[in-house]
């Protein structure tokens, strides 16, 4: 059981937006700006997209923004293209305990 | 920028052990934490440990301690992951990721397949 809640599948038409929420508590999501998001596609390793809640790595596209509010941060793609589609992990620092947790892993499909 | 190239896939029995190794290539190697996380077939990704190359700490996953040992030969710029007294349950997909930037998984090894079966 994954220690950040995020939804199995979010689906969407090219052009439009998507937003992906990600679920912790005041132990982790809630206590430290160290959240980021990694991109998967299939049989592939994951690619950081957004570190520190809301910046972009260089070379990632502008389409991708990060936000977060309490316990609770969120991704959202804009003018969702066919190369999105992919699995997407977001990722929270918690800690000298734990250190760092994932979410379970959003599927996003691209209709 | 770095660049991280592991091992080849490995094939062990329950009880043995595995050692995934992770050369890295770009910018300093003692510059940044390098960490290990591990997927399993359909699931999700998580996070195994860290090391520090500069000074040899290590941090580990509650799950992990006593049975992972995380090394680093700065010589050739290389990390390792040891895991002991493997299961079933242990075979994943193992990933080395630097840390350049605090608190990210910034850049990614292409991953080691384990795997554990009798």
């Known amino acids: 059981q994954s220690a950040l809640t995020q939804p199995a599948s979010v689906s969407g038409s090219p052009g439009q937006s998507i937003t992906l929420s990600c679920t912790g508590t005041?132990?982790?999501?809630?206590?430290?700006?160290?959240v980021s998001w990694y991109q998967q596609h299939p049989g592939k390793a994951p690619k950081l997209i957004i570190y520190?809640?809301?910046k972009r790595p260089s070379g990632v596209s502008d389409r991708f923004s990060g936000s977060k509010s309490g316990n609770t941060a969120s991704l959202t793609i804009s003018g969702l293209q066919a190369e999105d589609e992919a699995d997407y992990y977001c990722?929270?620092?918690?800690?000298?305990?734990?250190?760092?947790?994932f979410g379970s892993g959003t599927k996003v499909t691209v209709l | 920028q770095v660049q991280l190239v592991q091992s080849g896939a490995e094939v062990k029995k329950p009880g043995a052990s595995v050692k995934v190794s992770c050369k890295a290539s770009?910018?300093?190697?003692?510059?940044?934490?390098m960490h290990w996380l591990r997927q399993a077939p359909g699931q999700g990704l998580e996070w195994m440990g860290r090391?520090?190359?500069?000074?040899?700490?290590?941090n580990y996953a509650q799950k992990f301690r006593g049975r992972v040992t995380m090394t680093s030969d700065t010589s050739i710029s290389t990390a390792y992951m040891e895991l002991r007294s493997l299961k079933s349950n242990d075979t994943a997909v193992y990933y080395c990721?630097?840390?350049?930037?605090?608190?990210?998984?910034?850049?990614w090894g292409q991953g080691t397949l384990v795997t554990v079966s009798s």
């Open positions: 090391t520090n190359p500069n000074t040899g700490g290590t």
């Open positions: 990722c929270s620092y918690a800690g000298s305990r734990k250190f760092y947790v």
């Open positions: 770009g910018d300093t190697f003692t510059g940044y934490n």
């Open positions: 520190e809640v809301s």
């Open positions: 990721a630097s840390e350049v930037v605090a608190g990210n998984f910034d850049y």
């Open positions: 005041t132990s982790d999501v809630g206590s430290y700006n160290l």
